[in-house]
């Protein structure tokens, strides 16, 4: 079965900084990529997803890119403000399946 | 658009207890998953549904666990007996199909087993 590696595990940046998060997937069958953020004690939002026949997607702060031979993607928020604060999950999906990744802490300071 | 609905929110049981969980979905997602959450954990999936079938229940641990869909809407989750491991929250998602679509979660249900 797929299996997704996220990294890293917790995230420290300073308001206003980029933050970047990895993800690594094993099924070259995987087609679609989705973001999830977690705040702590409510559901799982969707935040962003990607396709594996598109490189990178942008919304405001947010992108995605995808590099399917790399079998990798990442999620990077720019210009990052205190209510970015949350776990981050990627999950990759293949023929039905969504599997996630253990999810990334990021932590905004003011 | 109401979004996925789950009731209870908190359940707190003693082990050997059964328990229940309820899920509405978005309306027109035929298709629901339901899935455990551990603390630190992402999601991992126990069963999937398209319309009233189950079509992925390959970790829904069936000595205990048990699940319903029917009439293609709304779902339960059961557990009886409840042991000390199955403590963990229970999300119920929705999607218009489960090919590419994306996946709509509930708030959960935060069970705790003493």
């Known amino acids: 079965g797929e299996n997704v590696e996220q990294h890293p595990s917790t995230l420290s940046v300073q308001e206003g900084d980029s933050a970047v998060i990895k993800c690594t997937y094993s099924?070259?069958?995987?087609?679609?990529f989705p973001w999830y953020k977690q705040e702590l004690g409510k559901r799982p939002q969707l935040i962003i997803d990607?396709?594996?026949?598109?490189g990178e997607k942008k919304d405001q702060r947010i992108a995605v890119t995808l590099n399917k031979t790399a079998k990798h993607f990442s999620l990077h928020i720019t210009e990052t403000q205190p209510e970015d604060s949350a776990v981050y999950f990627c999950a990759a999906k293949g023929y039905s399946t969504l599997t996630f990744g253990k999810g990334t802490m990021l932590l905004v300071s003011p | 658009e109401a979004g996925v609905v789950q009731s209870p929110r908190y359940k707190i049981i003693e082990k050997k207890q059964p328990v229940a969980f309820w899920c509405n979905p978005i309306?027109?997602?035929?298709?629901l998953y339901w899935y455990r959450q551990n603390l630190g954990q992402g999601p991992e999936l126990l069963i999937r549904?398209?319309?009233?079938?189950?079509?992925?229940d390959s970790q829904l641990p069936k000595d205990r666990f048990s699940a319903e869909r029917l009439k293609g809407v709304d779902s339960t989750l059961k557990i009886q007996p409840a042991e000390l491991g199955d403590s963990a929250v229970y999300l119920c998602a929705s999607s218009l199909g489960s090919r590419g679509y994306e996946q709509y979660f509930g708030p959960g249900t935060r069970l705790t087993v003493t």
């Open positions: 309306s027109g997602h035929n298709t």
């Open positions: 549904y398209e319309n009233e079938e189950a079509v992925d």
């Open positions: 990607i396709r594996s026949n598109v």
């Open positions: 099924d070259s069958a995987s087609n679609y």
